[in-house]
């Protein structure tokens, strides 16, 4: 499955059953809302300054912005999908995958779960060394809970 096709599944669902269970899910939760930034740096000024990065980023590879925020896990793996690999891998090491691992904890018994998990896994596969990045150390002194 492509970046894009997982970006996909967890775009606003069409069909109103799933639109509650999505609502649920992502938005009236914080702690599994899908914007990255959010579970790295809370509200700090870290975060407006990773959110400019990103919308930069989005822009420079042509990815049109949604109504979501630029740190939407939807944005960051359509990036991702288009970034060289050394810049992917960066990106996924030290800000996507310390975030979804947050995500997938707090979807303990939401049906997502398994999408973020799978999400997780697919970047892990394909950027195996961003595991073994640094990470900085504003994550350990913003980190929200």
């Not at 109103?16 to 939760?29: G, R």
């Not at 509200?43 to 042509?62: A, K, P, Q, S």
Request: hydrophobic share 40%; with cysteine.
């Amino acid at each position: 499955m492509t970046y894009q096709e997982l970006a996909q599944q967890l775009r606003y669902p069409e069909d109103p059953a799933m639109q509650e269970l999505y609502v649920q899910s992502f938005e009236f939760n914080p702690n599994c809302t899908l914007e990255i930034g959010w579970h790295l740096f809370g509200e700090n000024y870290e975060r407006g300054e990773f959110l400019v990065r990103m919308r930069e980023n989005l822009r420079r590879d042509g990815i049109a912005e949604s109504t979501e925020l630029p740190d939407h896990l939807t944005h960051l793996l359509a990036l991702i999908a288009r970034m060289d690999h050394d810049e992917a891998a960066e990106l996924v090491g030290q800000f996507v995958l310390p975030a979804l691992g947050k995500i997938k904890s707090a979807l303990a018994d939401s049906p997502y779960r398994t999408l973020v998990a799978t999400i997780e896994e697919r970047l892990a596969a394909d950027f195996g060394q961003a595991k073994s990045l640094p990470h900085l150390p504003i994550f350990q002194e913003a980190a929200c809970e």
